[in-house]
């Protein structure tokens, strides 16, 4: 059975940076292909950030993020991360972790194990 734990976030200024971290238990090359990283602000539909496939680190990302949030993952340790610079309080949401079994997804019904979710707030 595969787990999510997150781990990261907070509060930073507009302009700032914040790393968050994803570890990943039970994990199979049958059971999680890729990663996904999702955001909820309040009052919003949950949207896609950014997704990583565990065997060639090849990457996708919501149009929001181009340019300023970087995944990677590191699989000697089941962990992925997301490096986001540049905020913008308009990036103030929790954000989301999720593994798959299919790849590099962008739907969040693909997913089948999530996170806890993590605060992630800008101040202005």
């Known amino acids: 059975q595969v787990q999510v734990e997150q781990s990261g976030g907070g509060l930073v200024e507009a302009g700032g940076s914040l790393g968050l971290s994803c570890a990943v238990s039970?994990?199979?090359?049958?059971?999680?292909?890729?990663m996904g990283w999702f955001r909820q602000a309040s009052g919003k539909e949950r949207e896609f950030v950014a997704a990583?496939?565990?065997?060639?680190?090849?990457?996708s990302y919501g149009d929001f993020a181009k340019g300023r949030f970087t995944i990677s993952r590191d699989n000697s340790k089941d962990t992925v991360y997301l490096q986001m610079n540049n905020l913008k309080p308009e990036d103030t949401a929790v954000y989301y972790c999720?593994?798959?079994?299919?790849?590099?997804?962008?739907?969040?019904?693909?997913?089948?194990?999530w996170g806890q979710g993590t605060q992630v707030t800008v101040s202005s």
């Open positions: 990583i496939r565990w065997g060639d680190g090849i990457t």
């Open positions: 039970g994990r199979t090359s049958s059971t999680s292909a890729g």
């Open positions: 999720a593994s798959n079994r299919l790849g590099l997804m962008v739907l969040s019904r693909h997913y089948e194990d």
